[in-house]
């Protein structure tokens, strides 16, 4: 079946550092979607990203699609404690028989930023 | 407008006990679906459904039972609680709508323990 690996599982930087988290899919996707998750509460919508080579930015947040549609990264320009959560990718199997609500889920990247 | 709502928000329960968690949506959502975080793991599906009357497993089925007798109405039972069950439990839902895919709306959460 489909597999989203994200990488790297843990991050910890100091405060203002740039933040880079990669997602990578065993299939081709449909599309992908980021969620942030802050520490005891739920994961919440970011960003959905559709088309090949897509690139999308929110303040201080930029989204990619790779050209293959088979990885994501997100990408967080000088990091504030406002940060402070886990970002999961997922993803939609573009060839999968179930359609494209089914999403995957990545393990997540823990983000801490040291003031 | 409420979204998702989770009940209970915590729950501790002795092994082998049965107990229901409720989920109910009032964005007239098709898609519902129930996952489990635990640490590392990321979010696993245990139960989906794309309408009522509809179910489906997910990745991790085996000791939970769905049902979806309403559009609104999603609960999770716990047949026969396991501490291998001590988790967060997310209910979540969606429009379905094909090709660009779903964003997906978590309610707040069930943190359930099973001693």
């Known amino acids: 079946g489909q597999q989203v690996m994200q990488i790297p599982q843990y991050q910890h930087v100091q405060e203002g550092e740039d933040f880079t988290t990669y997602c990578n899919s065993s299939t081709t996707l449909s599309n992908i979607q980021w969620y942030k998750q802050r520490p005891g509460g739920h994961p919440v919508f970011l960003i959905q990203l559709v088309k090949s080579g897509e690139v999308k930015k929110q303040k201080r947040l930029t989204f990619q699609f790779g050209e293959a549609k088979k990885n994501s990264s997100l990408h967080i320009t000088a990091t504030q404690t406002t940060d402070v959560g886990t970002y999961f990718c997922?993803?939609?199997?573009?060839?999968?028989?179930?359609?494209?609500?089914?999403?995957?889920f990545g393990k997540g990247t823990k983000l801490s930023v040291i003031p | 407008n409420a979204g998702v709502t989770q009940t209970p928000k915590f729950q501790v329960l002795k092994t082998g006990q049965s107990m229901t968690l409720q989920c109910a949506q009032d964005m007239n959502h098709e898609y519902m679906s129930w996952y489990r975080q635990d640490p590392g793991m990321g979010l696993r599906l245990i139960h989906y459904s794309v309408g009522a009357g509809i179910t489906d497993q997910g990745e991790v089925p085996n000791g939970y039972n769905v049902s979806r007798s309403t559009t609104e109405d999603f609960p999770l039972r716990l047949l026969s609680a396991a501490p291998s069950q001590t988790s967060v439990y997310f209910c979540?839902?969606?429009?379905?709508?094909?090709?660009?895919?779903?964003?997906?709306?978590f309610g707040e959460g069930s943190w359930l323990t099973v001693v």
């Open positions: 979540a839902s969606s429009l379905l709508i094909g090709g660009a895919g779903n964003t997906i709306y």
């Open positions: 997922a993803g939609s199997d573009l060839y999968s028989g179930a359609g494209s609500y089914q999403l995957t």
